[in-house]
């Protein structure tokens, strides 16, 4: 890991591989991220982050903590073998053109409460309009950070939250969600359950979660993979119902549980990554528009 010299001094270059950030960071995972004069950049939970792309190599900077790799990396999850993910999920011809069509697209791991609160905005709501919540809300509620020179506003932690009033969180576009973002963030503040859930097993974090007030199944099924790192679970939202009809020739008639259950079988493993390709694809493919 270097440090540029020039105007750009401030900033880390370090090689990456196999990793498409624009596709993967506005995937429908996180919401935090936009693209400002040719840099992502992202107010999370605990750091706003500057980064691009340039011939080969990630260019970043964390902030107010400088140089923070090992939680960027983690975010990034620059930890897997992603070729031996790519063989094992290359089953069909489904999902090799999926792959074809967005190389290098990979999975975020971002902290729990961050997907938590992100998808209790997306009931009823597009990419845009959930990053769009998350905006307001950050610049509402959420703490200043210095970036370069900006003010970028982190998403609020649950402490603020918890005590906001329902009309103020109103005014960030959240609709019927606010009061289920109130009470989540209540909810974990007296269980503790956002330390406790790191070492649960899939199927217990998915009992946990589906006590909190406006966590269904997709949601529950969205934290466990882009909060918790759960490899092997499927959220199924209009765009997978499509990919299980349409693609795999399920009858509209099974349940979720069934859907989501043949996928893991079939994926072994991997399901997450093989999901998050059949998206993708299914959602910009005209052919199944």
């Known amino acids: 890991m270097d440090k540029l010299i020039g105007p750009d001094r401030s900033m880390n270059r370090t090689p990456i591989e196999q990793y498409d950030l624009s596709a993967t960071l506005m995937s429908g995972q996180a919401f935090v991220w936009h693209l400002v004069d ?3 950049v992202g107010g999370t939970l605990n750091r706003a982050v500057k980064m691009r792309q340039e011939d080969g190599n990630l260019i970043w900077q964390t902030y107010p903590q400088n140089d923070d790799w090992d939680w960027l990396s983690t975010y990034l999850r620059l930890d897997v073998d992603y070729q031996e993910i790519l063989n094992k999920i290359s089953l069909d011809e489904n999902i090799r053109t999926a792959i074809s069509r967005f190389p290098d ?3 975020l791991r971002q ?3 961050e997907a938590l609160l992100s998808f209790l905005c997306s009931p009823m709501k597009s990419i845009v309009g959930i990053r ?3 905006l ?5 509620f959420g703490e200043k950070v210095d970036v370069d020179g900006s003010s970028i506003s982190l998403l609020p932690a649950i402490e603020r939250l918890a005590e906001v009033d329902l009309q103020d969180l109103l005014t960030c576009k959240v609709g019927f969600r606010g009061r289920n973002i109130i009470e989540a963030s209540k909810y974990l503040l007296k269980t503790g359950l956002s330390d406790q859930i790191q070492s649960m097993t899939e199927n217990e974090a998915r009992t946990e979660l589906l006590k909190i007030r406006g966590v269904g199944d997709k949601v529950a099924d969205c934290v466990l993979v882009y909060g918790l790192g759960h490899d092997n679970v499927t959220p199924l939202d ?5 990919v299980a009809r349409d693609m795999y020739g399920h009858d509209e008639s099974m349940r979720y549980d069934q859907i989501r259950r043949w996928f893991a079988d079939y994926f072994d493993g991997y399901a997450s990554w093989a999901a998050q390709f059949l998206f993708e694809y299914i959602r910009t ?3 199944y528009r």
């Open 132 to 134: 769009q919540c998350i």
């Open 285 to 287: 493919d005209r052919q």
């Open 105 to 107: 697209l990979r999975l």
């Open 38 to 40: 040719g840099w992502f």
């Open 136 to 140: 307001l809300m950050s610049e509402k």
């Open 111 to 113: 902290d729990f409460e």
């Open 238 to 242: 209009v765009w997978m119902w499509r």
